[in-house]
């Protein structure tokens, strides 16, 4: 059983930055690839970056490829979603998860999930 708590969400202009944390519980969260999704309005949640257990592999969705880096720190059961170059269309709810394998990409495919962070990007 893992537990999830993101945070660091927020209001922040085009163009900035923010860092979304992932608190777990439970100390199987290292056994776990981690990843991040988010959902905005009316439309479908969607994959974000993944990475595995260990830290030394990830995966992100096109969109967001070099912009924004997803870490993690099993010492702390931590993860964390760095966002930088942020425009109006990165504006969701981010959600932390896990999974059985960081090549995962479909919601149905993640395990525990958190309750999600709110990230609005202003123009």
């Known amino acids: 059983q893992v537990q999830l708590v993101e945070s660091g969400g927020g209001l922040v202009q085009a163009g900035g930055s923010l860092r979304l944390s992932c608190a777990a519980s439970g100390r199987t969260f290292r056994r776990y690839a981690m990843g991040w999704f988010r959902q905005a309005p009316g439309k479908e949640r969607e994959f974000v970056a993944s990475?595995?257990?260990?830290?030394?592999?990830?995966s992100y969705a096109d969109s967001v490829k070099g912009r924004f880096t997803i870490s993690r720190d099993n010492a702390k059961n931590t993860g964390y979603l760095q966002m930088n170059s942020l425009n109006p269309e990165d504006t969701a709810a981010y959600y932390c998860t896990t999974s059985r394998s960081y090549l995962l990409r479909l919601p149905t495919e993640y395990d525990y999930w958190g309750q999600g962070t709110q990230v609005t990007v202003s123009s």
């Open positions: 990475i595995n257990w260990s830290g030394g592999s990830s």
